[in-house]
T-cell receptor, first 112, second 113 residues
Framework: GAGVSQSPSNKVTEKGKDVELRCDPI?????LYWYRQSLGQGLEFLIY????????KSGLPSDRFSAERTGGSVSTLTIQRTQQEDSAVYLC??????????FGSGTRLTVV | GENVEQHPSTLSVQEGDSAVIKCTYS??????FPWYKQELGKGPQLIID?????GEKKDQRIAVTLNKTAKHFSLHITETQPEDSAVYFC????????????FGKGTRLHILP
């Protein structure tokens, strides 16, 4: 597609439920990133995929968070047993290599 | 690891005046510094970037300066317009071998009529 696509755009879930957030990067971009943005806060790095290399998971806040990238394209961020503090906008970005990111519009997650 | 500090957190300027946002970074090995603009309800968008082999870069009303010795870089917006109102993020590249970048906490810029 022309840009990075994220779905759903909004997600409301009950505390304790699992959620899956999807990211379709720009075709041909080898790098894919997930960031989290809490209300009025900056961008917190979560995880980074580059080609076939092992992902950099150093930013995942707990073992309830995981992500995978299938076939070097689509990525899914999974949050298990959601907590209220998980409420945030989850942003995905992709990059061809050594250039600036292109971000999607994000998924706004609300845990009630 | 890399740490990027950004100031101010909020900035209000009169339409037509200039706006300056400043950032510092901690890792002297960092060599790529992008700036992003985020409008309400949208993802951040790259507006300008600079690499460590230059001290200044300009694109129309936007310019970025870099001082590697002091480890700080700044965004300058001249002749500000209402559409410049947004949140601006600076960032620094952690590892020259990959593309992971660390963001500052952002500056909310208000252009006053």
């Amino acid at each position: 597609g022309a840009g990075v696509s994220q779905s759903p755009s909004n997600k409301v879930t009950e505390k304790g439920k699992d959620v899956e957030l999807r990211c379709d990067p720009i075709s041909g971009h080898t790098a894919l990133y997930w960031y989290r943005q809490s209300l009025g806060q900056g961008l917190e790095f979560l995880i980074y995929f580059q080609g076939n290399s092992a992902p950099d998971k150093s930013g995942l806040p707990s073992d309830r968070f995981s992500a995978e990238r299938t076939g070097g394209s689509v990525s899914t961020l999974t949050i298990q047993r959601t907590q209220q503090e998980d409420s945030a906008v989850y942003l995905c970005a992709s990059s061809p290599s050594r250039n600036g990111y292109t971000f999607g519009s994000g998924t706004r997650l609300t845990v009630v | 690891g890399e740490n990027v500090e950004q100031h101010p957190s909020t900035l209000s300027v009169q339409e037509g005046d200039s706006a300056v946002i400043k950032c510092t970074y901690s890792d002297s090995a960092s060599n790529y510094f992008p700036w992003y603009k985020q409008e309400l309800g949208k993802g951040p968008q790259l507006i300008i970037d600079i690499r460590s082999n230059v001290g200044e870069k300009k694109d129309q009303r936007i310019a970025v300066t870099l001082n590697k010795t002091a480890k700080h870089f700044s965004l300058h917006i001249t002749e500000t317009q209402p559409e410049d109102s947004a949140v601006y993020f600076c960032a620094g590249q952690v590892d020259p071998r990959d593309d992971k970048i660390i963001f500052g906490k952002g500056t909310r810029l208000h252009i006053l009529p």
